[in-house]
């Protein structure tokens, strides 16, 4: 599947879509993620994702998963918390 084609379908499901990179900055988001937490882009892009958008009780154990994953995987990983919206709702 080519880049582009990956990158339409990311934006037409409503499934929250996020890479990071290695620090957990956000290198790519979907638009779902903007209507989920009533964001905008400039306010998402190249922002810490633990820091944004996971409430502090959960950023530790999230940033371990990820940390873990990056040593130990070469492939994509999936994480779930809750997500902070820009008002402080959790999803």
Known sequence: MSERRL?????NVHLLTVMLNVD???????????????RK?????????????????EREKLRMGFASNRLNSEGPCHLE????????GRR
Request: aromatic share 8%; proline share 2%; no cysteine.
């Open 24 to 38: 957990g900055s956000i290198a790519y988001r979907n638009e779902y993620l903007l209507q989920l937490t009533s």
């Open 81 to 88: 918390s809750t997500l902070l919206g820009k008002d402080g």
């Open 7 to 11: 990158a339409e379908l990311l934006e």
């Open 41 to 57: 882009a400039a306010e998402v892009k190249g922002m810490n994702w633990f820091d944004l958008m996971v409430p502090s009780e």
